[in-house]
């Protein structure tokens, strides 16, 4: 009963910037760490970068440097501000939450997905 919605996604020249958010609910009771992966066409899907609990972050060598995740426990939301877009970072982007649920159940879910373009 856990979901997980993506906004923010669109069409972007390259050298532009976007930022995807990503709000969890439902019977949600403790996140652990929220991350970001993406899928481009012909390829299979990568972490792009992830945020525990705690604050402590990682990048994909791709995203470092240019992208910055950052999460609010408060509204259990997790944020990916891309800037310098490149034509190769244009992917399928899904959120990502490992949890515990009310009853204490551990599982990891996945957002529906934001579509991000980037054009020349």
């Known amino acids: 009963q856990v979901q997980l919605v993506e906004s923010g996604g669109g069409l972007v020249q390259a050298g532009g910037s976007l930022r995807l958010s990503c709000a969890a609910s439902g019977s949600i009771f403790s996140i652990n760490h929220m991350g970001w992966y993406r899928q481009a066409p012909g390829k299979q899907r990568e972490l792009v970068a992830v945020i525990t609990s705690g604050g402590t972050t990682a990048y994909a060598a791709s995203a470092k ?9 408060a509204e259990n939301t997790v944020s990916l501000q891309m800037n310098s877009l490149k034509l190769e970072d244009t992917a399928v982007y899904y959120c990502n939450a490992d949890l515990w649920d009310y009853s204490r159940s551990h599982g990891t879910y996945w957002g529906q997905g934001t579509q991000v373009t980037v054009s020349s």
């Open 65 to 73: 440097g240019r992208f910055t995740i950052s999460r609010d426990n």
